[in-house]
């Protein structure tokens, strides 16, 4: 439950796309954000290294009212991302079925940790470094909750994934010093739900959905609330 009593503007929020994603993986999410009075910044990833990705996020904060503190939403490799955003310009961190790092660890090593997924058999590599996703296996490695038409749309937005960033450790964990969110996602294909349990204790709260990995999509409109409601001054209920 989500106490609600707003007594100031919105904070803005930021939304950070996960690996082989976009930021127009989040268009429903931000338009429904906006909707509802809600500053939204999309940071667009891609930069071939997790502190390039950290800095286009920061760069996308400057466009939100006084540049934070804003709600940081992350998905999937995008946890990854807001855990290095400067504590001050975050007033609460939200991780969807997302990779949360402490100082020192990597992302391919956490989920090399972890029981296997799906993943690991849909992946296409290059001498490069560079990886794809299955086109066949797209659709319902990320999306298997959607409509085909709808999971269409999602998988043909997929673009290439350098894997550079995820064997580079984080240098800062920003959950350490601002509250958090983790949602774990109970029918991901991709993150296993027991990883996603462990990164949920070091969480300040953590909400159970039965989504499959594409959360901000098959769950838009929970994602939408949650974000909403953190955004307007709400504050979780206690546990009891």
Same mark, same amino acid.
């Given at each position: 439950?989500?106490?609600?009593?707003?007594?100031? #503007?919105?904070?803005?929020?930021?939304?950070?796309?996960?690996?082989?994603?976009?930021?127009?993986?989040?268009?429903?999410?931000?338009?429904?954000?906006?909707?509802?009075?809600?500053?939204?910044?999309?940071?667009?990833?891609?930069?071939?290294?997790?502190?390039?990705?950290?800095?286009?996020?920061?760069?996308?904060?400057?466009?939100?009212?006084?540049?934070?503190? #804003?709600?940081?939403?992350?998905?999937?490799?995008?946890?990854?991302?807001?855990?290095?955003?400067?504590?001050?310009?975050?007033?609460?961190?939200?991780?969807?079925?997302?990779?949360?790092?402490?100082?020192?660890?990597?992302?391919?090593?956490?989920?090399?940790?972890?029981?296997?997924?799906?993943?690991?058999?849909?992946?296409?590599?290059?001498?490069?470094?560079?990886?794809?996703?299955?086109?066949?296996?797209?659709?319902?490695?990320?999306?298997?909750?959607?409509?085909?038409?709808?999971? #269409?749309?999602?998988?043909?937005?997929?673009?290439?994934?350098?894997?550079?960033?995820?064997?580079?450790?984080?240098?800062?964990?920003?959950?350490?010093?601002?509250?958090?969110?983790?949602?774990?996602?109970?029918?991901?294909?991709?993150?296993?739900?027991?990883?996603?349990?462990?990164?949920?204790?070091? #969480?300040?709260?953590?909400?159970?959905?039965?989504?499959?990995?594409?959360?901000?999509?098959?769950?838009?409109?929970?994602?939408?609330?949650?974000?909403?409601?953190?955004?307007?001054?709400?504050?979780?209920?206690?546990?009891?």
């Amino acid at each position: 439950m989500i106490l609600s009593s707003p007594s100031f #503007a919105p904070r803005g929020v930021l939304l950070v796309h996960g690996a082989w994603h976009t930021g127009h993986a989040w268009d429903g999410v931000a338009a429904g954000l906006r909707a509802r009075g809600v500053a939204v910044a999309v940071a667009e990833l891609h930069r071939g290294s997790l502190a390039a990705d950290i800095a286009a996020a920061e760069t996308a904060l400057d466009q939100l009212p006084e540049g934070g503190p #804003a709600i940081a939403c992350g998905h999937s490799y995008g946890g990854a991302v807001i855990t290095g955003l400067p504590p001050q310009r975050i007033d609460h961190l939200v991780y969807l079925a997302a990779m949360m790092p402490d100082r020192g660890e990597t992302a391919l090593g956490l989920l090399a940790g972890a029981p296997a997924t799906d993943l690991g058999t849909s992946m296409i590599g290059d001498p490069a470094g560079t990886t794809t996703i299955d086109p066949k296996a797209a659709g319902r490695l990320f999306h298997a909750q959607l409509g085909e038409e709808e999971r #269409a749309r999602h998988t043909a937005e997929l673009v290439p994934q350098r894997m550079a960033p995820g064997h580079q450790p984080t240098t800062g964990a920003a959950w350490h010093q601002r509250p958090s969110t983790y949602v774990i996602c109970t029918e991901d294909r991709v993150m296993h739900p027991d990883l996603q349990h462990r990164f949920a204790t070091r #969480a300040t709260r953590a909400i159970t959905w039965q989504s499959d990995h594409g959360v901000f999509a098959s769950h838009e409109d929970e994602t939408i609330g949650l974000l909403h409601q953190l955004a307007t001054g709400s504050r979780l209920a206690p546990v009891g």
